[in-house]
């Protein structure tokens, strides 16, 4: 598989899911800010994720990739995006059919009702949800890319 883990930070997430692709899956950390780049490029350095992690730098309103991916992971950082519309169409181009996106937003930051915002403007954008997993104090859900 080749998955994105979009607004990576130091890379937590992307070295678990670097470890779930194995040898031949790739994930793409992306960040806006350099700094959070470093961070992963400094944990990998002479690792065997090396070659499975590629860096990527976006921008804040605008991934670019070229890529066709198969999962997303978005964690916190949703609710930093501008412009949440764009966003998730931009997403919804780069993804494979029936690729998933997995949200999970923090609790205090995140109301309930700007949670349910953010899953509305996915809908518009062709996203169906499929699953609210249960992410310790943090709002989440998983949404596919419809084939419609
Ligand atoms: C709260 S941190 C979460 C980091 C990581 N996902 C984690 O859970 O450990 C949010 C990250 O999203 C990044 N970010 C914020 N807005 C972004 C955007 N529009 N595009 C890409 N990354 C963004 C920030 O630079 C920051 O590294």
Same mark, same amino acid.
């Given at each position: 598989?080749?998955?994105?883990?979009?607004?990576?930070?130091?890379?937590?997430?992307?070295?678990?899911? !670097? &470890?779930?692709?194995?040898?031949?899956? &790739?994930?793409?950390a992306s960040d806006l800010q350099e700094g959070m780049l470093q961070k992963v490029r400094d944990k990998i350095q002479g690792t065997e994720f090396e070659r499975r992690i590629i860096l990527h730098k976006c921008d804040e309103n605008r991934i670019n990739l070229s890529e &066709?991916?198969?999962?997303?992971? !978005?964690?916190?950082?949703?609710?930093?995006v501008p412009d949440q519309a764009e966003f998730f169409n931009e997403i919804g181009s780069?993804? @494979?059919?029936?690729?998933r996106i997995f949200?999970?937003?923090?609790?205090?930051h995140v109301s309930k009702r700007a949670f349910e915002e953010t899953i509305r403007k996915a809908e518009d954008a062709g996203f169906i949800p499929?699953? &609210?997993? @249960?992410?310790?104090?943090? @709002? !989440?859900?998983?949404?596919?890319k419809s084939n419609n």
């Amino acid at each position: 598989m080749i998955v994105l883990d979009i607004g990576c930070g130091p890379g937590f997430f992307s070295i678990e899911m !670097a &470890r779930m692709v194995g040898e031949s899956g &790739r994930v793409i950390a992306s960040d806006l800010q350099e700094g959070m780049l470093q961070k992963v490029r400094d944990k990998i350095q002479g690792t065997e994720f090396e070659r499975r992690i590629i860096l990527h730098k976006c921008d804040e309103n605008r991934i670019n990739l070229s890529e &066709r991916l198969d999962f997303v992971l !978005a964690f916190y950082m949703v609710h930093e995006v501008p412009d949440q519309a764009e966003f998730f169409n931009e997403i919804g181009s780069i993804l @494979k059919p029936n690729g998933r996106i997995f949200i999970v937003e923090p609790p205090v930051h995140v109301s309930k009702r700007a949670f349910e915002e953010t899953i509305r403007k996915a809908e518009d954008a062709g996203f169906i949800p499929v699953e &609210r997993p @249960k992410v310790f104090l943090s @709002k !989440a859900v998983i949404l596919e890319k419809s084939n419609n």
